[in-house]
């Protein structure tokens, strides 16, 4: 096998190697939307198998031959649904062209004017059978409704149906930003990394995935929100005199008995 008809080869395999692969955006913020709204985001991934660590080897044709490339990027289109739970909690669903399937549980922990921070575990699977357990950790730095900054480390767990397959520990994390152009708006651009802690399967998950999502309907709500009104403390106002009733024959008036407060 020559080097042309190998990367030949490679590159008609690219998508399939790709449909094993994650889409690990999720196109959103530590902040929770709000309890009972909905957010819709559709966006457009491109992933490249990159950093081939360990070159593949050709055994069986000509022995001693290594290759090292880099799959092509490929692009695919994604679906995510988002439901708010409670102030605290919301659910996303994702569907890819990649052929994956991914749910994501956020817990936000913190909420401040300036900063969030949430756990958001998911789990995804793909055509090819191989599951993630995904556990990033999202940390959110506002300017208000403006934009938001959001860094995601995350440790991941490949994982397969097949019981010889094992498992493969992973590391990388987001990064992005959400920018806030209407109130029901959003552009969120994102770039992921991908990586084995393992390098021996450096040549198969070593992966970088670029990203924008264009986020419709319900969003986070930043900001202080506006304060209640304030109870009226001290003496209820005094009731008005009582009335005089005119008596009858033109008698002296009679000044009917008021309830005390």
């Not at 357990?133 to 149906?161: E, K, Q």
């Not at 930003?177 to 084995?196: C, E, K, N, W, Y």
Request: with cysteine; aromatic share 8%.
């Amino acid at each position: 096998m020559n080097r042309s008809l190998a990367l030949t080869a490679l590159v008609a395999a690219t998508p399939i190697l790709l449909a094993g692969c994650p889409t690990p955006l999720t196109w959103t913020t530590p902040r929770t939307i709000p309890a009972g709204e909905v957010n819709h985001t559709v966006g457009l991934e491109v992933i490249r198998l990159t950093n081939l660590d360990d070159p593949i080897e050709d055994e069986t044709e000509t022995a001693g031959l290594t290759l090292d490339l880099e799959a092509p990027p490929v692009p695919f289109l994604a679906y995510l649904i988002r439901f708010g739970v409670s102030d605290e909690i919301d659910i996303g669903v994702k569907v890819s062209t990649s052929t994956s399937f991914a749910v994501d549980f956020k817990f936000q922990v913190v909420r401040e004017d300036v900063f969030d921070l949430a756990l958001d575990p998911g789990i995804q699977t793909t055509v090819l059978l191989l599951n993630y357990l995904n556990f990033p950790i999202l940390m959110g730095f506002n300017l208000g409704d403006i934009a938001t900054i959001t860094l995601a480390p995350r440790v991941s767990y490949l994982t397969s149906l097949d019981e010889d397959f094992g498992g493969i520990l992973l590391y990388g994390g987001t990064a992005g930003v959400r920018l806030g152009v209407t109130d029901g708006f959003a552009v969120i651009p994102q770039v992921d990394i991908s990586r084995p802690f393992d390098q021996r399967a450096a040549w198969i998950l070593n992966q970088v995935t670029f990203g924008i999502g264009f986020s419709f309907g319900d969003q986070p709500q930043y900001g202080e929100p506006a304060p209640p009104e304030a109870p009226v403390v001290g003496n209820p106002p005094a009731a008005p005199p009582p009335a005089a009733v005119p008596a009858p024959d033109g008698g002296i008036p009679v000044i009917q008995n008021v309830p005390q407060q």
